[in-house]
């Protein structure tokens, strides 16, 4: 649900193939043939992204240490924390970044699928993408994540150990973004 990370990676293509890469965690399966093709395109790039952060040597030794009975849910809290480091940078940046309102605007302009239709109107309405830079609030919402999961919540159980980690993390961070821009940022006028 790292909605930050998947805008600034799509953030050089047109507003369909942004909205493909946000909404992409509501669509199931793999026939896209009902999506618009820029839509289906940026569906196909979000997982192409999450395959790659997922298999990356960096996320992989991240989740070996990662409390075992958490383990299964790791990825979930780690998308977070990544768009945590995210809005931190767009916070200190000189000018403000038009990213996070053009995200808004982007998620506002069309329904979202089902399984995000609840989400996507909160999120833009108490402004998740700007707070996330406050460590506070991405662990109030990883745990609200886990409140949706079946059995117990196990984000929530993770959040001491982010806590813990949170210096540690922020360093694996900065040696895995830099990487999945190099291989999966779309530049402006692809």
Not at 103 to 115: C, I, S
Request: charged content about 25%; overall charge positive.
């Amino acid at each position: 649900m790292n909605f930050l990370a998947h805008a600034w990676l799509a953030r050089g293509g047109s507003d369909d193939f942004l909205w493909g890469n946000l909404i992409a965690d509501g669509v199931k399966g793999s026939d896209l043939s009902s999506w618009p093709a820029e839509v289906a395109s940026g569906i196909r790039h979000h997982r192409r992204v999450d395959a790659f952060v997922d298999a990356h040597p960096v996320v992989v030794a991240i989740r070996r240490r990662s409390p075992n009975r958490q383990r299964r849910y790791a990825g979930i809290g780690l998308d977070l924390m990544w768009d945590h480091f995210i809005s931190r940078e767009l916070q200190r940046q000189a000018r403000p970044s038009l990213l996070i309102p053009r995200t808004y605007r982007v998620l506002l302009a069309r329904p979202a699928p089902a399984r995000l239709a609840r989400l996507v109107p909160l999120l833009v309405e108490q402004d998740w993408l700007h707070r996330y830079a406050d460590f506070a609030f991405t662990c109030r919402a990883i745990a609200g994540i886990g409140q949706r999961l079946t059995g117990p919540n196990r984000l929530a159980e993770l959040v001491p150990w982010l806590a813990a980690e949170h210096s540690r993390l922020e360093e694996d961070f900065q040696r895995l973004w830099p990487e999945v821009r190099r291989a999966l940022e779309l530049t402006e006028g692809r």
